[in-house]
């Protein structure tokens, strides 16, 4: 590999102007890309010692494409294949997981060009242990996404979105989205921006998503998503101890 692009990562900190930390990213990318023809153990050693990223020894990641400012993976985390993710910081609590074919972006906040109002804006993409997202699903981190422990995006194409344009305003804004723990979100969702899912939680298949709800074990379906009935407190999924399910 180029020594000036390795010399070049290495000399990115916090603090450095805009314009070479988007660089930077996009040298992340190609570091990655790159890796994949490289055997794991040598790819995760150029991802931790070039791009400074964290990854326990028990984690791993598929053929897919990295390129955020920073990257954590506890022991047993895994990102599957053909993934992309990239602008936003990902951190990823034991056992959680990303299937393949996942595409999760996000604006960095070295980049000014939207949300300049927003000052407490935090691009990150935090799965807690045991979280998992299957496959095929799409993930806006212009803000934060937080996925609790235990559940699953499951099913395929998915949305969540972490910001929208403001007709009034006229300019973009954004909010984070919570999905609490034991949760459980069916194929073909839509999540906007602010909106909340309680623990212990089912959106159903098809639903969009559209503001914060607070009340726990409940099913939340339609479009927008209204709450529909109390779930059963000793329904096995709320007290798995793996997040796999059988």
Known sequence: MNKSVISAVRESENGMPAAEVAVNMRLALIISAVSLLFPWRMRRW?????????IDRDARIGLSLIGCPS????PASRIGHFCVIKGSDVEMGAHASIGDFNWVSGLPLQNDRHFRT??????T????????????????????VHIGEFSIVAGARSQILTHAIDYKAGRQVSAPVRIGRYCFVGTGCIVLKGARLPDCSILAA?????????????????????????LDPDAAYFHRQHGFVD
Do not use: W
């Open 46 to 54: 150029l991802l931790q010692v070039v791009c400074k990223y964290s």
């Open 71 to 74: 990257l954590r993976m506890a």
């Open 118 to 123: 927003e000052i407490d804006r935090h691009p």
């Open 125 to 144: 993409f935090k799965l807690d242990r045991h979280a998992a997202v299957t496959s095929r699903h799409f993930v806006d981190c212009s803000n934060s």
């Open 206 to 230: 098809g639903s969009c998503l559209a503001r914060s709800f607070d009340e726990p074990l409940s099913l939340y379906s339609g479009v927008p998503a209204t709450r529909v009935k109390a």
